[in-house]
């Protein structure tokens, strides 16, 4: 699998995927006018293109398998991760330097993939997931406590209904609505107690919307996240 993915969203819904069968990993940018070459190389020493039959087939001879996801980036580069099986041999562990997710988190700019454990409520269990790295999450939780306290003396809810908006268009994969319920409670809490009675002008932390159902096309990328 060569996929440059819709979007950046789908590219690491995508990996969550594959990321269990296909712990180990590496990645990076590129140009996106190399995008084409570095596919086509990456084909040709790793296999990353061949058919489920053919996987299996490298498997029964204890050979690894590559999968290969990118996405644009609105700087014109391409963000890739490589993922490789962590049974067998092959050039991928041979010329890469892997990591695996497993014990080494896969980032993706400002999110990291955890193996997470899920509510009982949902099912129980555990599941991959994106999060937010803590630098992000502290830099976005901290900001928008000072703004629910300035917006609420101000009395300028747009102020913060602003910035929640754009909170919102983050992916929202369950472990960081997790995180941005989080937050919001917090924020609620400070507004509260600024606001003077306003109303909240921000979404509610407990009906945060899904990130919606995964999409397998691969189609010309759409710019969407830093």
Same mark, same amino acid.
């Not at 890469?96 to 999110?111: I, N």
């Given at each position: 699998?060569?996929?440059?993915?819709?979007?950046?969203?789908?590219?690491?819904?995508?990996?969550?995927?594959?990321?269990?069968?296909?712990?180990?990993?590496?990645?990076?940018?590129?140009?996106?006018?190399?995008?084409?070459?570095?596919?086509?190389?990456?084909?040709?020493?790793?296999?990353?293109?061949?058919?489920?039959?053919?996987? $299996?087939?490298?498997?029964?001879?204890? $050979?690894?398998?590559?999968?290969?996801?990118?996405?644009?980036?609105?700087?014109?580069?391409?963000?890739?991760?490589?993922?490789?099986?962590?049974?067998?041999?092959?050039?991928?562990?041979?010329?890469?330097?892997?990591?695996?997710?497993?014990?080494?988190?896969?980032?993706?700019?400002?999110?990291?993939?955890?193996?997470?454990?899920?509510?009982?409520?949902?099912?129980?269990?555990?599941?991959?997931?994106?999060?937010?790295?803590? $630098?992000?999450?502290?830099?976005?939780?901290?900001?928008?406590?000072?703004?629910?306290?300035?917006?609420?003396?101000?009395?300028?809810?747009?102020?913060?209904?602003?910035?929640?908006?754009?909170?919102?268009?983050?992916?929202?994969?369950?472990?960081?609505?997790? $995180?941005?319920?989080?937050?919001?409670?917090?924020?609620?809490?400070?507004?509260?107690?600024?606001?003077?009675?306003?109303?909240?002008?921000?979404?509610?932390?407990?009906?945060?919307?899904?990130?919606?159902?995964?999409?397998?096309?691969?189609?010309?990328?759409?710019?969407?996240?830093?």
């Amino acid at each position: 699998m060569n996929l440059l993915s819709d979007s950046q969203t789908d590219a690491q819904r995508l990996i969550a995927k594959h990321v269990n069968g296909y712990p180990m990993w590496t990645g990076g940018e590129i140009q996106a006018s190399r995008w084409g070459g570095f596919v086509e190389k990456l084909s040709r020493m790793y296999e990353t293109d061949i058919s489920p039959s053919a996987r $299996q087939w490298r498997k029964k001879r204890d $050979q690894c398998c590559a999968h290969l996801v990118g996405a644009s980036l609105p700087d014109g580069k391409v963000r890739w991760v490589l993922l490789v099986t962590a049974d067998g041999s092959g050039e991928a562990k041979q010329r890469e330097k892997l990591r695996d997710a497993r014990t080494e988190r896969l980032s993706w700019g400002d999110y990291v993939l955890i193996r997470a454990t899920r509510p009982s409520d949902l099912g129980g269990g555990t599941h991959w997931t994106w999060f937010l790295t803590p $630098q992000a999450e502290r830099r976005e939780a901290n900001y928008l406590v000072a703004l629910a306290q300035a917006a609420g003396v101000g009395r300028q809810p747009h102020r913060l209904s602003a910035f929640t908006d754009t909170l919102l268009k983050r992916p929202l994969h369950s472990g960081v609505r997790q $995180q941005v319920a989080k937050m919001l409670r917090r924020a609620l809490k400070v507004w509260a107690k600024h606001a003077h009675g306003m109303p909240w002008p921000g979404p509610d932390p407990n009906e945060l919307p899904y990130i919606g159902a995964y999409r397998r096309a691969a189609v010309a990328p759409e710019p969407e996240l830093s």
